[in-house]
């Protein structure tokens, strides 16, 4: 008798099979048993009928606890009335592991609870859900990049210095120097792309940020591609490719994901479309004076409700570009004409999510960087190797960065975005 997954049943209609499975829910009528089932790939339902299995299997199905491990043997059928569209009548039921007085029942559970259990909060359909959106941004993600020639490089997780500034870095004894975990590997992607022309990263980044808002987190992934010979117009357009794409495999690949969250594909599709729209930093503080914020004036950062009064107003995500050089890092290229601003953007998502990737052209000439360098007050011998980057074969290059749990947050529609996060770092328990 073949084992098969849940995903897979679709394939075996009319096959008796096997399926390793827990009981996410129970209910019985009369002499039918109705259990909820999941295996990690999807939901179905299993339905046990006394006349059919006997006294001994139909009194085990009905005694199963929530989140009891099991083997059913049974036949796999269709099912028109579950989004699913199949099921199997159980014929037999193996207990592998007891569960009793499982925390996370299918009454409402507030978010402090829900985090002080995230290990087990795992587990339920709407946590599978949005796992299921995240490893599919991750799936794309490879695809996208890999089909266009970039090459996937890992930059340390222990730096010795800082992209933007240490104020907000983790700071470590490394054999008695000091070091960083990574706020971001765009330094080392540079380097890369002198080598191989078209890069990308993706893993863990961190900030010292104390920050209690659904918009942070302290531990995050970012995908950061790096790009020689590449204008930032130009990675503008890959930005927005790149979004559309990942927004388009969720749509393909995440049915039952999106409609476990509820999430309507129809507004999703409408962030397919290109290309987004571009607004200047002028034009959104000209917009947000004119509609009545009389809290931001030319020189400040947006905040939450600026950038989703800004994303409110247009149907699809949108760039700001060019921002104060006083507000951004010191890698970023100065504006030609103008001498208060740098060539960068932000793409901020709609529906009040924020902002989910920051990109700029990066500076190319060594003189300008080694002033930059010295006016933020880094170290020039930690940062003579980034130097030198531009001393042998400077070119124009430009990339950006997307974080990966707020992307989830905004295509999955989820409120909190620690609930992107899959498991229950103390870093992230601390500030729930």
């Known amino acids: 008798m073949k084992q098969i997954q849940i995903i897979d049943a679709k394939n075996h ?31 179905f339902q299993g339905i046990v009928v ?47 592991g007891e569960s009793h007085e499982y925390p996370i029942t299918p009454k409402e559970h507030g978010t402090e609870f829900l985090m002080d259990h995230r290990h087990l909060w795992l587990r339920s359909s709407r946590q599978h859900a949005i796992m299921q959106i ?23 997780i222990l730096t010795g210095s800082a992209p933007e500034g240490t104020t907000d870095l983790f700071e470590t004894d490394y054999f008695d120097q000091k070091a960083y975990l990574s706020q971001s590997g765009q330094l080392y992607m540079e380097a890369a792309a002198m080598a191989f022309g078209k ?15 659904r918009r942070h987190l302290i531990e995050f992934w970012m995908m950061e591609p790096e790009m020689a010979f590449t204008t930032q117009e130009e990675s503008l357009v890959v930005q927005e490719e790149y979004v559309s794409f990942l927004v388009q495999g969720v ?50 950062d947006f905040g939450s409700p600026h950038e989703t009064f800004i994303a409110n107003s247009f149907d699809r995500p949108v760039f700001i570009l060019n921002y104060p050089k006083a507000i951004k890092p010191f890698y970023m290229k100065p504006h030609p004409t103008r001498e208060d601003i740098v060539i960068c953007a932000d793409m901020i998502a709609p ?25 933020f007050g880094l170290s020039e011998e930690e940062y003579s190797w980034y130097l030198d980057l531009r001393r042998y074969g400077s070119v124009p290059h430009s990339g950006f960065g997307l974080g990966l749990e707020r992307t989830v947050t905004w295509l999955a529609g989820i409120e909190h975005v620690r609930e992107a996060s899959p498991f229950p770092r103390l870093l992230n328990r601390l500030y729930p």
């Open 13 to 43: 209609v009319g096959e008796t099979v096997k399926i390793g499975a827990w009981v996410a829910n129970k209910r019985s009528s009369g002499k039918i048993a109705f259990l909820q089932l999941r295996d990690g790939t999807a939901y």
């Open 50 to 96: 006394k006349n059919e299995v006997g006294e001994e299997i139909f009194q085990i199905a009905k005694n199963l606890h929530q989140e009891t491990s099991i083997m059913v043997t049974g036949e796999i059928r269709e099912d028109d009335r579950s989004k699913f569209g199949y099921e199997i009548g159980i014929q037999g039921i193996e207990v592998i």
């Open 134 to 156: 995240r490893n599919e941004i991750i799936r794309a993600t490879y695809q996208f990049f890999n089909e266009r020639h970039f090459v996937k490089i890992d930059p340390p």
């Open 199 to 213: 890069v990308f990263s993706f893993g863990p980044t961190f900030r010292a940020e104390k920050s209690k808002t």
């Open 251 to 300: 749509l393909d690949n995440c049915v039952q994901a999106l409609d476990v969250l509820g999430r309507d594909r129809a507004i999703l599709e409408k962030y397919t479309q290109l290309p987004f729209p571009r607004i200047s930093y002028d034009e959104a503080v000209k917009m947000l004076n004119d509609n009545g914020f009389d809290d931001i004036t030319w020189g400040d």
């Open 351 to 375: 529906e009040g999510y924020g902002e989910i990737i920051g990109g700029s052209e990066r500076v190319t000439d060594y003189d300008f960087l080694l002033e930059k360098i010295r006016e």
